[in-house]
C-alpha cells in the first residue's frame, strides 16, 4: 500500500448531453473525443496523485435516466463519497435539473455534509449561452459547492483544478 492512501468514490450526475462523461474522460485521460456511449453506466478506476499522497479514485459515470431523473437512484448515493453534477451552459433545463438533483442529495445525505462539485459546461460555446456565469455561481453559493465554468472540448486544465479541489474536500471530510 502507498504511503497516505485513500479511496474515493465519485458519481457524475447531470441531464442528457451536458458533457457528463466528456468531462469525465478529459479528466482521466486528458482527452477529448467528441462522442461517448450513452446507454450504460461505467465505472473508472485511477490512482490520482495529490500533493504527496494518493488517492484510489472510482468514477462512476451515469447515463441518463428517464423516469424520475430528479432524484438519484439511493444506490448511487450510499456509495458515493461525493459528487460531480454537470449542467450545459446552452441548456437552461439542464441547470434547473442540476438545482432539483442538489437538493434532492441533500436530502437524501442528511444530515451528513456531501462534498459537491458543479460544472458549467461547454464554455465555448458562449454564444449559445443561456445560464449566466452569476447564476452558476449563486446556485453553487447556496448550496455550498464548489463551482467552475469548463469546456471539455477544449481545455484539460480547468476540469483537473476543479475536480482535485473536489477530491480535497472529500478527503478531509472522509479522515473526519
Ligand atoms: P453526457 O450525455 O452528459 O454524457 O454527454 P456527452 O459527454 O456524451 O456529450 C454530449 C455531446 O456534447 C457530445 O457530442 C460531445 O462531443 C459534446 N460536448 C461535450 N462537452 C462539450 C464541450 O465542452 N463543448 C462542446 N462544444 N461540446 C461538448
Ligand atoms: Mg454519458
Excluded at 3 to 13: A, E, F, P, Q, W
Excluded at 56 to 81: F, G, M, Y
Excluded at 106 to 135: A, C, T, W, Y
Amino acid at each position: 500500500m502507498k504511503h497516505g492512501m485513500t479511496t474515493l468514490r465519485l458519481v457524475v450526475l447531470g441531464a442528457e448531453s451536458v458533457g457528463k462523461s466528456a468531462v469525465t474522460v478529459r479528466f482521466l485521460t486528458r482527452r477529448f473525443i467528441g462522442e461517448y456511449n450513452s446507454d450504460k453506466d461505467l465505472l473508472y478506476r485511477s490512482t490520482i496523485k495529490q500533493e504527496d499522497s494518493f488517492i484510489e479514485l472510482e468514477i462512476l459515470d451515469t447515463c441518463s435516466q428517464k423516469r424520475n431523473s430528479e432524484v438519484p437512484r439511493e444506490s448511487h448515493v450510499q456509495w458515493a463519497d461525493c459528487f460531480v453534477l454537470v449542467y450545459s451552459i446552452c441548456d437552461v433545463k439542464s441547470f434547473e435539473k442540476c438545482k432539483y438533483i442538489l437538493k434532492s442529495l441533500q436530502k437524501m445525505k442528511s444530515p451528513f455534509i456531501v462534498p459537491i462539485l458543479l460544472l458549467g459546461n461547454k464554455k465555448d460555446l458562449d454564444h449559445r449561452r443561456q445560464v449566466g456565469l452569476d447564476e452558476g455561481h449563486e446556485m453553487a453559493q447556496e448550496n455550498s459547492c464548489q463551482f467552475y465554468e469548463v469546456s471539455a472540448a477544449e481545455t484539460f486544465m480547468p476540469i483537473n483544478i476543479a475536480f482535485q479541489a473536489l477530491l480535497k474536500d472529500a478527503k478531509v471530510i472522509q479522515l473526519q
